[in-house]
């Protein structure tokens, strides 16, 4: 239960069809600055210009230091415009907690008439907001229609008390911004009224009857062919790609040479360390021949022969290092990459993905869904490919894996990634791009009809 009332204070307001005399002289800047917002409220263009108005405008005349609008839509008050700021989100704690202070104080006394209490009066139990929010002191202003039925208002907040001036103020603008709010749209369309006529009944009647047939439930997500298991083509070291040997989409055989890496440097290291090597065979043959006739050089052998086999170590080294600057096909297929351009003089690094060897007989679909448009399938569900090189044919195919968790892909969307393997021998070719549709489980043709709107509906609402 909400916390008890503090400093509440009542003032009357007419609905907008009875006369209102303003003070002599308006808060914060005289008559002349209440004349100009009823003449700019009058002369809004749409109800976003009167909102924005509405949230802004008064804050200089009620002296306000903040100002939430709300309507009030089949009795459910809703933000729909905050003071000083241009685009509000709706997901805002501090919205939630304002939306369910008017949901209390509607509760406890209504909303058809002025307001005023300090915090936390009214605040939901245990709620964080009412001791962050910096100003305490609070006022309901409604704009009522002819008949004095609330179909909006206004909370006004500042740090200090509200004065009967103010009010007075705050009061009398409601009643124009009511008046220039109907005059936009009308009255039917702030209190709509239900009535159920033949027209609803025969369409709820076709829902019922809609409901009860089963249809597979079917998405379309972008798809392209691909080959089973390909070959990825990575560097074993880090180096710069010096030239690309091969183009794209091309046959190559296993063993081919793809592409080549900077190799100066280790060119440089290989010679000097065969120098090294014939400069310590020189030392080996030296100390070989000095030993025969000097007893201490001969303890200088097992250290020469073991200057000698480093220097081969490192050799040996340097020579499969300048190696591996030469990167062959690991198998028997077509290169798939892009631009090679784009690859030369790059640096790579060790395992990075520069291309693939695809195999043009093993091909399967691969299928990007969208994490917005993801339903439940199950593995061998049915998929029609609609390729662009021939979209009157649909390819059939059925689902062979599924990823656990969502990825990025092109545009930056997170999409679930799904392969399918043809049923046959699909005529097509590897890279070729098109729609896939995807079936799962049958559904209501109500559900199959209404759930994207209802997502829709839910993500607007944040329910």
Known sequence: MAEPKTAERVISVSPPAQGFTPPQQAAGGGIELLLKAESEARRAATVGELQFAIANETMKLAR???IFLLTLSSGKPRIAQVSSISKIDRDSPRLRWIESVVRALDADVGLAKVREFVLPAYCPPEDPEHKEY???FMSWVPLLTR???PFAGMIMSREVPWIEQDSIVAARLAETYAHSWLALVGKRKVLPRLKIGWL????????VVAGTIPVPLTILA?????????RVVAPSMDGVIEDILVAPNQSVHEGEPLLRLASTTLRNELAVAERNIAVAEARLKQVTQSAVTDPRMRAELAVSRSELALAEAKRDYARDMLARTEIKSPATGVAVFGDPRDWVGRPVATGERIMEIADPAKLELRVDVPVADAIALKQGAKVRAFLDSNPLKPVDAKVRT????AQTIENNTLAYRIYAQFDGDAATRLGTRGTAQLYGDKVPLAFYLFRRPVAAVRQWLGI
């Open 222 to 230: 972008p798809t392209e062919v691909t080959s089973v298991s390909p």
């Open 147 to 149: 008949e004095g039925v």
């Open 134 to 136: 910096p100003f305490r």
């Open 402 to 405: 599924i990823s656990f968790e």
């Open 200 to 207: 609803v009944a025969a369409l709820a009647v076709a829902a």
């Open 64 to 66: 306000a230091r903040q």
